[in-house]
């Protein structure tokens, strides 16, 4: 069954005064609980792509449906809503505050949506664990490796129990062996939370190891 359908996606960006095409009339259906990676050069459009998927940002035309929600014909408000409860981001950068240890930055979204404090740390707690932090909850980012850092923004990003995942570079900013780590673990929070992935990548051990892999070039979606 279908979980991602996406119909004649397009968008565009202008610049030197007129309009740059990033995305031609993208089509992609991603069946519940796939794997899929992105490939593509620097600048071709794969965070643009992950972005409208993820309702970060307006698609020029086309559709995006996320399980029954078609989420290119919601308003702002709703947009944020359905965002912050079915759709979880892993990006290059973690973007965790330094101010906060890694069971608060893990929480956040949580208590954001202004859930119990108990039910948050709960959940934050037994996602830390799993994702082998369980003795750094109370470390702060700067105390954390690289590696360690990226482990709480996949926890952060499944706090919400998300149907949909969206990675972009996930492995990017961080060594070989690290990068091979944080693979196998995209690959086991994956499974064990029953998620549809769509995963923006260089690595091609990481690309390797979804169920598919699709190119972009000139806009377009082009399979293995």
Same mark, same amino acid.
């Given at each position: 069954?279908?979980?991602?359908?996406?119909?004649?996606?397009?968008?565009?960006?202008?610049?030197?005064?007129?309009?740059?095409?990033?995305?031609?009339?993208?089509?992609?259906?991603?069946?519940?609980?796939?794997?899929?990676?992105?490939?593509?050069?620097?600048?071709?459009?794969?965070?643009?792509?992950?972005?409208?998927?993820?309702? *970060?940002?307006?698609?020029?035309?086309?559709?995006?449906?996320?399980?029954?929600?078609?989420?290119?014909?919601?308003?702002?408000? +709703?947009?944020? +809503?359905?965002?912050?409860?079915?759709?979880?981001?892993?990006?290059? @950068?973690?973007?965790?505050?330094?101010? @906060?240890?890694?069971?608060?930055?893990?929480?956040?979204?949580?208590?954001?949506?202004?859930?119990?404090?108990?039910?948050?740390?709960?959940?934050?707690?037994?996602?830390?664990?799993?994702?082998?932090?369980?003795?750094? @909850?109370?470390?702060?980012?700067?105390?954390?490796?690289?590696?360690?850092?990226?482990?709480?923004?996949?926890?952060?990003?499944?706090?919400?129990?998300?149907?949909?995942?969206?990675?972009?570079?996930?492995?990017?900013?961080?060594?070989?062996?690290?990068?091979?780590?944080?693979?196998?673990?995209?690959?086991?929070?994956?499974?064990?939370?029953?998620?549809?992935?769509?995963?923006?990548?260089?690595?091609?051990?990481? +690309?390797?190891?979804?169920?598919?892999? *699709?190119?972009?070039?000139?806009?377009?979606?082009?399979?293995?």
């Amino acid at each position: 069954m279908a979980y991602l359908e996406i119909t004649s996606l397009s968008k565009a960006y202008r610049g030197s005064g007129r309009m740059l095409p990033v995305l031609r009339g993208i089509e992609l259906t991603v069946e519940s609980g796939q794997m899929v990676a992105v490939v593509g050069a620097s600048g071709v459009g794969k965070s643009t792509l992950l972005h409208v998927l993820g309702g *970060l940002d307006r698609a020029d035309g086309g559709t995006v449906r996320v399980g029954e929600t078609e989420v290119t014909g919601l308003d702002d408000a +709703a947009l944020v +809503a359905f965002r912050s409860r079915n759709i979880g981001f892993v990006f290059q @950068f973690h973007h965790l505050l330094p101010e @906060f240890s890694a069971l608060e930055n893990a929480e956040m979204p949580l208590r954001i949506a202004r859930r119990p404090a108990a039910e948050a740390r709960e959940r934050a707690a037994s996602l830390l664990s799993q994702v082998g932090l369980g003795d750094r @909850f109370d470390h702060r980012p700067g105390m954390l490796s690289g590696g360690e850092q990226q482990r709480v923004a996949v926890a952060r990003a499944l706090v919400m129990r998300p149907g949909l995942l969206l990675a972009d570079e996930p492995t990017g900013n961080v060594d070989e062996t690290t990068g091979e780590a944080l693979q196998g673990l995209l690959r086991e929070m994956h499974a064990r939370h029953g998620l549809t992935s769509v995963i923006a990548t260089h690595n091609p051990r990481l +690309a390797g190891a979804c169920d598919r892999v *699709l190119h972009l070039e000139n806009g377009r979606l082009r399979e293995g």
